[in-house]
């Protein structure tokens, strides 16, 4: 007996004498029938926030109720909605007011459609929202990438020039069948699938776009009349450096002061600085008033300053939107939901909250709007200056709506050149360096998903961009389950604890034993490789104990070190499908060869069930022998140990 | 103090007494550098068997000659061939030779092409996967499923009555670049991607396969002249109620004896009564023979019966082959090696037999062979003929071609029915009713798949019922990581163990402890469900206790029964992205607001190290505070309650 192997026996024996571990038997899982299971899994999918838990065991009338509340949350706090509340929801929907009414404008320009559309899309949809929305802090409204992808992908159909007219009716019967699907997938409790826009996605796609939008501004931040209405940095810059020669001094002494004056305000300060939300909120609208001021003191517009030109609107037709627009636009809406949500740690019901803004955006779509939903930057600032209920989108819709009646006529005056500045500062505040970093730091792969959306919506297309990336991690995922993690474990000396081998320096193997847990789902995708893979362990263990028998005494010994047992930890195997248990078969097959024994150490409900009834199938080998299943390794070391030691003697 | 709590008081108490548990820290993972890691993990998917293993620590003279034995097999097992090997490798080879003459023209005309060539793929490939090959009883061939859809393929492009010659081209063609494509897969190390053919998918397209041809052999059979070559149920039938009218006496009097010479001997019956496997060998040949000679002296040709038409080749030209065609060729051929070599206990290289069967096509077809692969059948009757090595292929190769030469103007007068009855009981043996049957009671969603891929290939095409059947296997993968499970652990009173608390009866939760286990990877997919999944576990938590007491002494009391701490258990999340990162810090925060600590129960080396990561990116909460983390869940219940009780005390 070499000292090496003395240590090792050691540890076993020490811990059998240590412990002499009552053995505890594997239960049975509880018998339910397929029904049940698939209710429950059914439940798990679609109500994992179990929306209903508030109704049960209420008396009926209390239910009904419960229920107007929960389709109209207003009923909640419009009861109990006090004077001071009032007071502060006023404050807070003014501040968000002259934050919508500039961004309104900007935001309908990017989408190439008429500048008062975007102020409609601030009066209506927040009074629908104030009646449906769960959130108390979401200002709705146009919002910068929904509006940029909008634009972008009816261009590709119509000219927004050429047929101004159908332009619009395309906009508003994209934001109809927008709504339409938003408001089904919540009331279908798909909610989830917005879950597939990955941290990384979003922050690469965000900075791409805001690239593509900032450069689409140098149109009226130079001045340049003819421009491409194409994303894609490549036909963008073209017509740039095609019409630099057009630069008018006017438009950058008009644009060079309204930038200085937003350019200290990214969209996320407010969210830093709570103290200075009314600077991002006052300087657009500064910046607005004073240019319009300017440009009318100056008749610039006889300049060659192109100035607002307002349209008129008309019913809309038909048109089917891209999954990415739907996706995107979606996702803020929730996103920002949620956020605050957690901010004042209340609850949001994400399918409901689809459903509220799905349905804002239909009627929306019949009242001259186009998409909207919760705009992060504006809702920052609504919180900030201490918004209480959704009164407060009642009070901006209702300041937007005043505007719209007495003021609109100024706002021909308003040079392109100011909304393009509130629109480049908006969106830059979209490019999340920070946030890149981190990802950078965190996870290589992530890091690569985003680039690929960066990349993809700078040089391809908003839609492809994010498809990419989507498939990106969605092919990670799988690749996780082909190949899942499977860890050699060994014993702490003197403990019942099994670590992994190669993490915990002081951790041991136990001689004739192989110890692995498996960490994933056994399915058809990965049965072939966990079988090759462990056969792999095997073949390890067997050359560490050869080749360190030959190193100490030169010739092969085999009596304790030879491999007598494999331990699976199947704590981790989640569930089993008829390919993983045909894999349990095929194992123990190969083992027995081998003359290796198959453990398993404490398996799932699900599994055992299915482990056994394979076995009332198939006739033969036994892949569940009661001496063959133990709840714990410790347990299954302790019990095995003392038989090969018996094996031994004879 | 209420009994039940005393119950639970005792259990923590009893614990913290009985192990005074010597806590050990949670070890800083392993350094590696991001190379390391990607290396290991690139290693992890595309060589997952090791297969340079034997490589390692070899002088590189040996290095060459094992590089080279890996390549070429023969080497391997040829310089040791003896005469008693040979012996046993001609029964075998001539046993599978006279099966592959008369399956090689039966499933020639499946795919619609003359039977020579059906013969020539009998005897070409053999050749060369007896040198390439590393499986010692897979016999190669033209198989019936590749063959069907191959036929139905092309004949969508090309009518096999009208364009024989273009036809056949397209068949060289295809049969080149499917060999192409899994050549070039193999050496890339993809042949993983044939695991996505999961059990059930499989069992549902056989059979559906074997219907389909069953069917269209009612041409044959029924003597019928004009006849559908779609696949799919509808046509077939309907061609066939056209014509029943059309049956000959003669048909059906040479189509009765063949048929009950063949079917007492299903495809699979070799394999369970080895005994008999000149059963099986023996009887298509028999039945070709006897119909032959029947038909020669009743000059039957003249009767109607059409017969065998022999064309001849020439070189082939582009086309490009669908997915579903090489998934299954290839599927077939890699899943006989692995059968096999699991009987006789010897490693194939999955990979390195794809490459070898692909080079055997490129080969192939250039030399007027249509597809060839391992056929299941035939391997099992080599199989049980006792081969010992790839020699019984030669041997067949060479008794075909010998057949080729002499008794090809015989097989002039082998009537077609007789082909078609061989057809139909090599496919009928595909449908395997057990295997469904044992799907159904393991798995009722692999059971649904099973139909998917059955009713599509039946009613809808190959291609497309492959497709589905695939798509929901892998679309069940991605909702397992969308809603991975979460277990709520007990312990079991008097000892460290915690379980499943709802499927160990006698586990009992520990007062003042929320502790869950979380089973799988937390990633951008599952990073909402899981907070809002624990959220409603510490709800369920405060209801259950809160009610009870209640019910005990009417009011609330909530000193020690009140959640303290939620103890998740990442022994399972085997990974972890930004935006699981991202949950733990909301977590955290969402449960600092209810007063409740975060603790985290051996993590594994990746998400320490991520968790550090985000840390030292984000001042602010802390995740990985070293008394919230512990190696296991005794330890952290240990040292937390006796936190609690000193609270309590204050």
Redesign the interface.
Known sequence: MDPINNGEEETSKKEISRCSIDV?KV?P??QRS?FEK?KSRLK??FF???PL?QFKGQPSKRKWILAAQYAFPILQWGPNYSLSHFKSDVVSGLTIASLAIPQGISYAKLANLPPIVGLYSSFVPPLVYAVLGSSRDVAVGPVSIASLILGSMLSQQVSPAKDPLLFLQLGFSSTFFAGLTQASLGFLRLG?II???????LVGFMAGAAIIVSLQQLKSLLGITHFTKQMGILPVLSSVFHRTTEVYLLSLFIFGPSFLLLFPVPHDCSMKRPKLFWVSAGMPLASVILSTIIVFALKAQNHGIDVVRILYMHLSSLVSLSVSFIYLYMQEGIAVG?TFA?LK?Y?VD?NKEMMAIGIMNIIGSSTSCYVTTGSFSRSAVNHNAGAKTAVSNVVMSVTVMVTLLLLMPLFRFTPNVVLGAIIVTAVLGLIDLPAA???W??????FLVMLASFFGVIFVSVQLGLAIAVGM??FR?????????T?VLGN?PG???Y??L????DAVSVPGFLIL?I???I???????LK??I??WM?DYEADHITHHHQLQGIKQHSTTSLHYVILDM??V??????G??LFK?LK??LE?KGVELVLV?P??EVIE?LE??E???AGSIILRADLVY??TAEAVAQLSSAINLKMMM
């Open positions: 505890h239960a899982p509880p397929s698939l798990e999918t994992p926030d179990d838990r989830f879950d597939y826009l990955s941290e990384a996605t949620r957690a740690s609850r994400g970093r981190r990802i730091r965190i996870d290589k792969f992530d991690s969605i995922m799988l690749l996780q389950m082909t190949r899942p993690t860890m702490i403990t019942n604890l670590t992994n190669h993490h915990y320096k847990s960490q994933a789902p399915n058809f995708a990965n049965a072939n490789y090759e893979r056969m792999r073949a704590s981790c989640s569930a089993l499908d008829t390919t248990v045909t095929d097959k190969a060869c404490n799932i409900g299915k009834r394979a009332s199938e198939a709840l714990t």
